[in-house]
């Protein structure tokens, strides 16, 4: 047996001996990790034919991350440079990669309701409205994959509210409101949900007078916020509401 050849196979032996060996030690946190949905037990022929060959097989050796990091530079790259359709196809794949992070489901819905440029001429923004909102329906879909792993995580459906609120031409505020409820209702919420909640539904057709009990319930629980009484305010002209029920920051205004 030549030299080289005895190396080759001392290599390969090692080799071996350190793959079974990782498998061990790995196997036990691998389940562990998809128990607390930090990874996906599988992954689809889709996801597998993105990353390619060479990364599907580092991310299954325990190298997700590494590979998710390096794809997340492409797809800023790829952002960068125009190519908006790959930067978005990049962390399709990279969430479920990391499905646990929110923030990569954060950057792939930034991605994906990106702004076109308002045309000038008027004959053609009925078309740049229609194309505008399906990327921004793109961003929705993205940030809806999150719920499935992160189910109680306020920052995904308070991101969903954001797109309706701010996005969406014209905005949808029925649904912004929905979104900020189920914000509100998660554990370790933040208290601003409740009245984003209340301030969307203050816009939505038919639901004044739901919107008036909560932005009072906020009075009357001391929040009182310029934005609480505006809000409040608005709520008690088109309700007709007594003028002896009214909050009386009214009397102060000129």
Known sequence: MSRHTRNLLIAAVLLISFGYGRMYLEEPMAKDMVAKNY????????????????????ALGGFRSLVASIMA??????????RFDQAIAQYWVIV??????????????????????????????ADWVRKYN????????????????????????????????SKFVPKNWCKAAEYYEQAAACPNTKPY????????????PGKEQEAYEQLKSLYD???????????????????NIPQADRIPERANKK
């Open 221 to 239: 629980s001391n929040t009182r916020f310029p934005s609480v009484i505006t809000h409040l305010q608005r709520m008690e002209e088109f309700l």
């Open 39 to 58: 990874w996906p037990n599988t992954m689809n022929m889709q996801t597998r034919d993105k990353v390619g060959q060479l990364g599907m097989t580092a």
């Open 134 to 165: 399906e990327t921004v329906a793109e961003g929705e879909r993205f940030m809806l994959g999150a719920k499935k792993f992160m189910p109680d995580d306020y920052r995904v459906y308070g991101q969903l509210g954001m797109l309706h609120a």
């Open 73 to 82: 530079v492409q797809a800023f790259t790829h952002w960068d440079e125009g």
């Open 193 to 204: 949900y409740f009245r984003f909640s209340a301030y969307a539904l203050s816009q939505c």
């Open 96 to 125: 479920q990669l990391q499905p646990g992070a929110f923030f990569n489901w954060f950057q792939g819905l930034q991605y994906s309701a990106h702004s076109f440029e308002f045309p000038e001429d008027k004959n053609q923004r």
